[in-house]
């Protein structure tokens, strides 16, 4: 195999081949429509490996290393694999608007009290967490919540041009909400347009750095804010979160049902609250019932991408401004998270195509 080590081009197209019939490691997806294979050559029998991936997997370089090893063992000889990974991001945003971001993703539900935002921001640190660069946008105009979460409630956001705002760096993401911009104690007593209106320059009146990924906070339900991203926002896909219960369910049904009509589509289901593990004997208790969000999933054929535990934790860790991937990285919560990240990843990686804008009422 001495041949590979002088003909890096040989080698390369080998690995290549190899991978043809290959799936990227937990998924359906074909591996090659994720990743790609840069540069490869074998120095001192280590196979040097240089991949760029579509969507965030830092975190899984020693699994991947374990499943090229696997893959390559019968064909190739080595002793080790040395293993560079780069991220390189699809933009599926083609839209004029909102140019540097490339994907926007919406998190909802159709009813409060599902862990909806708790979700949004361990979403973002997850995707994050995998290489990716990250914004976070909390869309709830009457109850913003992101100050608190991420730890930055005094933060106060400035302009170095005097037009747009510069994002809160909070744990690495850029973030924004009214919440920065409006004492934590004012009410917001807005009609519907005046909140749209507000969303529009949380949106485009932030200084916004070049992201991978944009994740949007929505507030819960279908009214006008929900509208408002749909239609004026270059929106890449959307993810509901539920819990098992049944009217929580019926209330996410409804917001799928919403995406269809403006044609947003909806890569994922997120079960909330699944279960319960007991902190003694590891037993799993489904307080709300028991594959909802399955049922759920595979009625409106979307892909339920994960379960995330009932776990006091979860809800202390962002009450204290520091969410579960940023104060227990290596907790199962944590690595629930970040498998959804992933999941979600692929399938916005699946859609291949900008989403048209779609302007309400026309």
Sequence with gaps: ????????????????????????????????????????????????????????????????????SDLFSNTITFSAIDLTIAIKVKRINQSEKLTQVKQVIMVASGKGGVGKSTTSVNLALALAHGGAKVGLLDADIYGP??????????????????????????????????????????????????????????????????????????????????????SDVPVSGAVV?????????????KGISMFDKVKVPVIGVIENMSYHECDNCGHHSHLFGEEGGKALAANAKVELVGHLPLDGNIGHDVDNGRPTLVSQPDSSAAKAYLDIAVRCAINLNKTNQSIPSLIIGE
Aim: proline content about 7%; glycine content about 6%.
């Design 1 to 68: 195999m001495g041949l590979f080590s002088k003909n890096d081009k040989s080698l390369v197209s080998t690995l290549q081949t190899l991978m043809k019939k290959a799936t990227f490691p937990t998924s359906s997806s074909p591996l090659l429509s994720l990743i790609n294979v840069d540069r490869a050559r074998i120095k001192k029998e280590i196979l040097e490996l240089d991949i760029s991936a579509e969507i965030p997997c830092l975190h899984l370089k020693t699994e991947l290393v374990n499943y090229f």
């Design 145 to 230: 919540s992101l100050p608190t979460m991420v730890g930055a409630v005094k933060a106060k956001p400035v302009s170095q041009d005097g037009k747009l705002l510069d994002p809160i760096i909070a744990h690495g993401l850029h973030t924004m909400s009214l919440g920065f911009l409006v004492d934590e104690n004012d009410a917001t007593v807005w009609r519907g347009p005046m909140a749209s209106r507000a969303l529009g320059q949380l949106i485009y009146e932030t200084q916004w750095p070049t992201l991978d990924y944009l994740v949007v906070d929505m507030p819960p339900g279908t009214g006008d804010i929900q509208l408002t991203m749909s």
């Design 241 to 253: 979160v539920t819990t098992p219960q049944n009217l929580a369910l019926k209330d996410a049904q």
